[in-house]
């Protein structure tokens, strides 16, 4: 276990406020600097030239594959051996922190300019990257790069993806620069490594410093499309109606309603978070909904179940409004186990720096599980003030809460580095 290196808690830091101004915006309702570098916009473009000139500057050689991932290589003493790659994402949510993904990326090249500084060499390479569209937020549907890059999704199928003002993914890649021309497959490296802020308050309130994440739990997307009839709202009676806006109510109010019932267990999580009406004003009853509905569950049988529970009530809603909703699942990823090797040897390296710790399941989707189908793949938790908040401008994670998340990246990644060659390897 590497103890004698430790990172530069306050040029990490430096590098995410550095980071976080791009697409820093002014945030109305809370007056914090809040982050936008909504996947494949100028802002992320941005983002992702500034990490790209960071990388070169840490020594790295940089390639770009078809989907938009980035890659920055450091040789190993056997340059052929398969890397230990610690990544992330940079894309962001429109109400960002600074810290959401950043980290992992960031924290990764503080890695490597450590071991820059110490002139020290690894058996294995070292990769740092960052995937893109982690978030979804924009194209609908979450760790698209990961995803791809892993062969969940088709290179054809991301391309083709499109965001509400109907621009492609492969285009606004292009758009922006970073159409790579690499094979978007990636070779399985040796190990991967993911350093994170929690998002929530599990760990800030045991007072614990490190999360050693055990796994990351079911996610189930829907994209509804509900359809009624735009009316006056004032002459039209309300037999006469079909309200679109109302029965998205119903369905909001039903997934609720199926959390409180404790059906699918203590840790289900039910989510509207678009309801866009059309045409939105004042005297137009709404006669068109478009809506999204967020399932989690660690219980990836509990997760089916609700889901089946949430589309037959799509129906009854349609029935009670009369109107119609049309669903499209537009993600879904079963709870993933995260290797036990990799959470023994976090484990270890908070115990040799007397960081507490505590193993956690990750609320939040990573790019982590897309790699775990091809290493073993694990992830470092650190804690987040004001009870963790995240996708939200105060998200908030201290240089000290950082520091020491990184330090274990540091360190995990390090043993993982001096790891021989496997017998597959010296073949
Ligand atoms: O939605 C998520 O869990 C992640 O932030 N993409
Ligand atoms: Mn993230
Ligand atoms: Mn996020």
Avoid at 192 to 199: A, T, V
Wanted: hydrophobic share 45%.
């Amino acid at each position: 276990m590497n103890q004698t290196l430790s990172i530069d808690g306050a040029r990490l830091y430096r590098t995410l406020d550095a980071l976080g101004a791009i697409g820093g915006f002014e945030d109305p309702h809370s007056g914090l600097r809040g982050v936008c570098r909504l996947a494949l916009t100028a802002a992320d473009g941005a983002g992702r030239r500034h990490v790209v000139e960071l990388m070169r500057a840490a020594g790295l050689e940089v390639r770009i594959d078809q989907i938009g991932n980035v890659f920055g290589r450091r040789a190993g003493q056997n340059d052929r051996l398969r890397p230990v790659m610690m990544g992330s994402h940079i894309d962001s949510v429109a109400t960002a922190g600074r810290f959401d993904g950043c980290l992992g990326v960031l924290g990764g090249l503080e890695v490597i300019r450590t071991l820059n500084d110490a002139g020290r060499s690894t058996l294995r390479p070292l990769v740092v990257a960052f995937f893109t569209d982690e978030e979804g937020a924009r194209f609908g549907t979450d760790m698209l790069g990961s995803a791809v890059a892993t062969g969940r999704i088709p290179l054809k199928d991301a391309h083709a993806l499109r965001d509400r003002q109907d621009l492609s993914v492969r285009d606004e890649l292009a758009a922006i620069g970073f159409l790579g021309t690499d094979e978007p497959r990636l070779e399985a490296p040796y190990a991967y490594l993911e350093c994170h802020i929690e998002q929530g308050p599990v760990l800030r309130t045991a007072g614990v410093d490190i999360g050693v994440v055990t796994g990351v739990q079911g996610i189930c997307w829907h994209e509804l499309s509900i359809v009624g009839r735009s009316a006056h709202a004032g002459t039209t009676p309300m037999s006469l109606r079909a309200d679109a806006g109302v029965a998205a109510a119903r369905i909001n109010l039903a997934l609720r309603e199926m959390v409180a019932s404790g059906r699918f267990g203590p840790e289900f999580r039910a989510t509207m978070g678009v309801i866009a009406p059309y045409p939105g004003l004042v005297n137009v009853v709404p006669g068109q909904v478009t809506a999204t509905v967020d399932l989690r569950d660690p219980d990836t049988a509990l997760l089916d179940a609700a889901e089946a529970a949430i589309i037959a009530f799509y129906a009854e809603a349609a029935r009670l409004e009369g109107v119609t909703i049309q669903h499209r699942r537009s993600a879904r990823t079963p709870y993933v186990a995260f290797d036990a090797d990799i959470q023994r040897r976090v484990a270890e390296a908070a115990d040799a720096r007397g960081f507490s710790r505590a193993a956690i399941v990750s609320g939040a989707g990573h790019d982590a599980q897309e790699l775990s189908r091809l290493c073993p793949a694990g992830m470092v938790f650190v804690p987040g003030e004001f009870d963790g908040i995240s996708h939200n401008p105060r998200e908030l994670s201290t240089e000290r809460q950082c520091a020491d998340g990184v330090n274990v990246l540091l360190d995990v990644a390090c043993a993982l580095a001096e790891q021989a060659a496997t017998l597959e390897e010296l073949s």
